[in-house]
């Protein structure tokens, strides 16, 4: 089977957030049961060296104003097409966002390239290879759908991912015209969202399934609460819906190995642990304080993120003796307010501004539990990542939080099964009674250890999913063989 993946974000190469991760994982899981991926993704400047050593397989002299190649290169076991457009990409600084904070003013224009190159090779641009199934991720992505609408020849089947409905790529209607997109596909039961077009609308609405990254998150999205205005497009298709857990990459997440930890260590050894947490508190400028637990945030700083609620457990964190360390970057309010929390509890609460992949490792190896106290969540990552490293998430019981996590509740503690702690409703007094909670837990090191080591044996590697989302392609061609 060929399968493309289209999508904005692809680690090593580049990151802003999880789906990065997802989309550099999940194509070696597929490739491992046989299936022939190719990952699209723009060439932004992160990935220049890399496309100076691929191979054009395409021109497009005019796209959208430019000229643009794609560009085949194989790199950390994935087979990558690099969309090289420079008037679209060449940009510096974050991908998304221009020097002042604001989306760059032709987004429209940039992830529409992306989309429709995708529909182009899924309609023949390559002479060699023609992918049988479509996988595209996010509003960036959602416009293949609409391409390969308007293509007039057959199509491959397409499987829209939804990581999270928060994003739509909501733009006016009068890009259309510069997007070469027709008129009839611009209705409500199309890619029109009140008038906007709007991108991930277009992926839903176009795609022949859909599927979203935990299955809780899936039933969330068909509720007004969490479908962001979706939810009734979400309900009509609720048939083609399915929720498909993400795993993480058990090779760039290991505890045994990872060149970014003090010291590495594993769930027969625990004793590294302790050099990473000196580390940590080193870097942090906390006070050591063995009796109680060290607690990290790595996150965006966004509402959708929960860690204003944070802010107003503090005190009480703080007042138990407990110490935070927080890496994050995002919305201007919330850095000030962690800065200045800082300084109010130095010593006991470090912050570190900024986006750093290496030091994400390290907090991971050095913590003893991780706080996500998400409003919303699709899937999040950093909690698997926490139970690789024996870090116990504390984590607010939404979308794939509460599809990764069990409980320390009475019951799963009578049958060792307990991997974190869960919090409802997600309120700042729920989550400082999980903080309590953790921190009884930790004075109790038998129990904290043990938990610590089921929390590691807890599988999370991409076997189950990947088989699922293969089971998915596969379903989609089966029924193309039976009409
Ligand atoms: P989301 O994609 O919504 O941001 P996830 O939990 O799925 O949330 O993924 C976040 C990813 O980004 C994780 O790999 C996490 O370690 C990483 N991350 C988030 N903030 C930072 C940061 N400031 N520095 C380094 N890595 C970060
Ligand atoms: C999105 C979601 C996050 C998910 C990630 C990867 O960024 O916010 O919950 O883990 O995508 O699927």
Known sequence: MKLLFVASECAPFIKTGGLADVIGAVPKALAALGVDVKVLIPAYPALADLAARGSELAHFPDLFGGDARLIAVTAEGLNLLLLEASHLFDRPGNIYLDAKGGDWAD?????????????????????????????????????????????????????????????QGLFDAKVLRALGLQKSLFTPSGMEYFGQLGFLKAGLAFSDRITTVSPTYARELVSSEFGMGLDGLMRARQADLSGILNGIDLEAWNPETDAELAQTYSVRGLKGKAANRTALEARFGLKPNPDTPLFCVV???????????????????????????????????????????????????????????????????????????????????????GLRYGTIPVVARTGGLADTVIDANPAAMAENCATGIQFTPITALALDQAIERTCALFAQPKLWQAMMRRAMRHPIGWDRSAAAYLALYQSLLDERGAS
């Open 107 to 167: 987004n429209h224009l940039r992830y529409g390239a992306l989309s429709k190159v995708g529909a182009e090779v899924a309609t023949g641009a390559l002479t060699n290879w023609h992918p049988d199934v479509l996988n595209v991720h996010d509003w960036q992505a959602g416009l293949v759908s609409a391409y390969l609408r308007q293509a007039g020849k057959p199509v491959p089947p397409l499987v829209m991912t939804v990581h999270n409905i928060a994003f």
């Open 299 to 385: 996150s965006r700083l966004t509402s959708q993120k929960g860690l204003d609620l944070l802010l107003e457990c503090l005190p009480g964190l703080v007042g138990r003796g407990a110490r935070l360390a927080l890496l994050g970057s995002g919305e201007a309010a919330l850095e000030r307010a962690y800065a200045e929390a800082a300084s109010r509890y130095a010593g006991s609460v470090g912050v570190i501004i900024g986006y750093d992949e290496g030091l994400s490792h390290l907090m991971q190896g050095g913590s003893d539990a991780i706080l996500i106290p998400s409003r919303f969540e699709p899937c999040g990552l950093t909690q698997l990542y």
